[in-house]
């Protein structure tokens, strides 16, 4: 589930698409409120970024960073759902449906897990998958700014388009190995789970569905992980053919 939400995974949101055909981009206003909502968010994201580098070095050591930089990435990792409502109403020619499932994954670990088992806020798998977004994110949203302005260093292309290939599979294993480390409070403390009998006759283990949902990861990770390899041969190339054709 959340697997889809780690390490520059997400899908291109339209905008900013590097392919040969281009398509018609978002008007004059809508294309406004992107460039300030991209911006806002990369800033988000940098000030996370400055509040890791900042704890870790007041305290010298790299455990239990997550309390540093919390208030930050809930607000800014929810904030991500805002990208749901540019494809629904059509400001991002992207997939509803593909967005909402990638940036609710992460919301999901942010609060369904992380915030509701207060026990994994202190393993170092957290800290895994936070660093990951966060590089993850500031190159994402970077991305997504300069593409909307006509203006994108090469380089940055190259970080949306190549760092995935460490950062993917780092967040990946930080987001599975909190869920494990959460599996025993969840099963002790009975956390959102509903036992029969009830008025509704409905049932519901939060401790299986956590389960289930690591196990998503096996068909999902390799398909997206595949799908950004391919989309890098194709974008890097193509750049490399405008180059050489200039």
Request: charged letters at 15%.
């Amino acid at each position: 589930m959340a697997a889809s939400g780690s390490g520059g995974s997400r899908a291109d949101n339209g905008y900013g698409s590097q392919q040969p055909r281009r398509r018609k981009g978002p008007g004059a206003l809508a294309t406004a409120y992107l460039v300030i909502y991209n911006v806002v968010m990369t800033a988000g994201w940098l000030v996370i970024a400055v509040g890791l580098v900042r704890a870790y070095l007041a305290k010298g050591s790299y455990h239990s960073l997550y309390y540093s930089i919390e208030k930050p990435l809930k607000f800014f990792q929810t904030g991500a759902l805002l990208e749901i409502l540019h494809c629904a109403f059509g400001i991002v020619p992207s997939s509803v449906v593909l967005t909402a499932f990638q940036v609710m994954s992460r919301v999901f670990l942010t609060w369904a897990v992380t915030h509701s088992v207060k026990e994994v806020q202190s393993e170092d798998s957290v800290l895994l998958f936070v660093v990951a977004w966060t590089i993850t994110e500031i190159i994402r949203y970077s991305f997504y700014t300069f593409s909307l302005l006509n203006h994108l260093p090469y380089l940055i292309k190259w970080a949306r388009y190549t760092l995935f290939i460490v950062l993917y599979p780092m967040g990946v294993s930080g987001e599975l190995l909190t869920i494990y480390a959460a599996l025993p409070f969840v099963r002790q403390s009975g956390l959102y789970s509903i036992s029969l009998p009830n008025k509704y006759n409905f049932s519901f283990d939060y401790y299986t569905f956590l389960i289930l949902v690591m196990i998503s990861y096996i068909p999902i990770f390799p398909q997206l992980y595949f799908h950004m390899l391919h989309q890098r041969r194709k974008v890097l190339s193509h750049t490399e053919e405008h180059k050489k054709s200039e």
